[in-house]
């Protein structure tokens, strides 16, 4: 089992920055890829970004490639999602989500754990 706790959200103007954290507790944290995903109200959930076990390997959503940057930090157990550039339509709820499979390109499906979210809004 692996509990996941997001911090980090808040309100932001257009063009600033945020950088969220998820930290992990349970199982070894260096055997999961680590994803971060969204939500914002009346929508679908979206795919943001996913890291590989050892932080080697990064995939991005379209909209975010270039003003995110995902992380992590396995001897702290946390990765981590710098946004910049923020836009009022990345306003959302964002997870962090643990998965146990050999790839980091991965469908919400295929994530085994999931944190409860943080708030993220950016006003215009």
């Known amino acids: 089992q692996v509990q996941l706790v997001e911090s980090g959200g808040g309100l932001v103007q257009a063009g600033g920055s945020l950088r969220l954290s998820c930290a992990a507790s349970?199982?070894?944290?260096?055997?999961?890829?680590m994803g971060w995903f969204r939500q914002a109200p009346g929508k679908e959930s979206e795919f943001v970004a996913a890291?590989?076990?050892?932080?080697?390997?990064?995939d991005y959503a379209r909209s975010v490639k270039g003003r995110f940057t995902i992380s992590r930090d396995n001897a702290k157990n946390t990765v981590y999602l710098q946004m910049n550039s923020l836009k009022p339509e990345d306003t959302a709820l964002y997870y962090c989500?643990?998965?146990?499979?050999?790839?980091?390109?991965?469908?919400?499906?295929?994530?085994?754990?999931w944190g409860q979210g943080t708030q993220v809004t950016v006003s215009s």
């Open positions: 349970g199982r070894p944290f260096s055997s999961y890829a």
């Open positions: 890291i590989n076990w050892n932080g080697g390997n990064t």
């Open positions: 989500a643990a998965s146990g499979r050999n790839s980091y390109i991965l469908g919400p499906s295929e994530y085994d754990y």
